[in-house]
């Protein structure tokens, strides 16, 4: 099994700054995909950015291309997602995610993740 677990939300006005964290911990693989994804109010999750690890393939929505940055630090096998320039748009809950079993064709498919953190709310006011 794998635990995930998600930090760094909170309210920000628009423009402000924010950097989400997920912690991994329990069961290893030698390559996975780690996404972030967002879900809010009466809207379907989506994917916001993902990387495979180890490196070298990552994914950014449009929506968040050139204000959101995915990186990790394994060795303290977090992921982190920071996030800039934020927009009212942007609030929703966030979720980290792990899919063992990595492709490029599912690296930003909510379906293809097994394992989830439970989710940190970001909120950004007008």
């Known amino acids: 099994q794998v635990q995930l677990v998600e930090s760094g939300g909170g309210s920000v006005q628009t423009g402000g700054s924010l950097r989400l964290s997920c912690a991994a911990s329990g069961r290893t693989f030698s390559t996975y995909a780690m996404g972030w994804f967002r879900q809010a109010p009466g809207k379907e999750r989506e994917p916001v950015a993902a990387m495979r690890w180890p490196g070298g393939i990552t994914y950014y929505a449009d929506s968040v291309k050139g204000r959101f940055t995915i990186s990790r630090d394994n060795a303290v096998d977090t992921v982190y997602l920071q996030m800039n320039s934020l927009r009212p748009e942007d609030t929703a809950v966030y979720y980290c995610?792990?899919?063992?079993?990595?492709?490029?064709?599912?690296?930003?498919?909510?379906?293809?993740?097994?394992?989830w953190g439970q989710g940190t709310q970001v909120t950004v006011s007008s």
């Open positions: 995610a792990l899919d063992p079993r990595w492709s490029p064709s599912t690296i930003a498919t909510a379906g293809a993740y097994r394992y």
